[in-house]
């Protein structure tokens, strides 16, 4: 009894995390779209989801189990608490273990060290108070009819997408980060035409976050100065050795 309680407990979690990621991703799809007048794809992984939107959905269901019906001002400022810790630790952790900053809030106010600001974290706190008290009673409604069988499959066949999508974007961004450290290792070495080739692979991400646009073109300047530097310094070397010899 308590095992089948358990298993419905996580179905039921795992398709609202798929089914709030999902929505997350229209929802930003249609903005940047709009925005950047043409079709983008916001997220990290290659599918139609958006996990940061699906775990703060997940947080705030457990939240409310842990602290019912609280009143709208606290759980106002709880939802941008949260929104801000979630946003702040992922953008840390994809510094940390990419050197990639996906996205920056320099140059928007009371921001804290470019990862969070507080105009967003506003926002967020509203979505939450939307999803918490309007969207969710009638979502979860919905998730509560679907037979148990149906549930299973449905959170056994998102839990093989999402990993299989998690682990091939995870190696993409690897990737990206091989490729930044390799090339200010290389600097004057490494071929233009390999260079444009490698970044071919990282097309989309470079469409979708600029603030990757921006550090691929910085690291491609940067190795085209190089391997000037070096050219002109063979060419003055040369130079040298042939008015030497003329001096001879």
């Not at 050197?99 to 990862?115: A, C, E, I, K, V």
Request: glycine share 6%; aromatic share 16%; hydrophobic share 50%.
């Amino acid at each position: 009894m308590i095992a089948t309680r358990l298993l419905n407990d996580l179905t039921f979690l795992i398709l609202v995390f798929a089914f709030y990621s999902f929505a997350g991703w229209i929802l930003e799809t249609g903005y940047r779209s709009l925005t950047q007048h043409h079709f983008v794809n916001p997220g990290l992984l290659k599918g139609p989801f958006l996990p940061i939107y699906g775990s703060f959905a997940l947080i705030v269901i457990l939240t409310n189990h842990i602290w019912p019906h609280p009143s709208w001002g606290l759980a106002f400022v709880l939802f941008v608490f949260l929104s801000t810790v979630i946003e702040y630790l992922a953008g840390t952790l994809l510094e940390r273990f990419f050197n990639l900053q996906l996205w920056s809030y320099h140059d928007t106010p009371l921001n804290f060290q470019g990862r969070v600001a507080l105009p967003f974290s506003l926002l967020w706190g509203g979505l939450g108070l939307v999803f918490n008290y309007y969207l969710h009673p009638h979502v979860g409604l919905v998730f509560l009819q679907i037979p148990s069988a149906s549930k299973i499959l449905l959170a056994i066949i998102f839990t093989i997408y999402f990993v299989i999508d998690l682990v091939y974007s995870t190696i993409l961004l690897h990737q990206i980060d091989i490729f930044l450290r390799f090339e200010n290792k290389m600097g004057g070495h490494l071929k233009m035409p390999n260079l444009h080739a490698t970044r071919v692979s990282f097309r989309r991400l470079i469409s979708t976050y600029p603030k990757i646009r921006h550090t691929l073109t910085e690291s491609v300047s940067f190795i085209q100065e190089k391997q000037a530097a070096l050219q002109h310094l063979k060419e003055d070397s040369f130079n040298k050795l042939r008015q030497m010899k003329n001096d001879r």
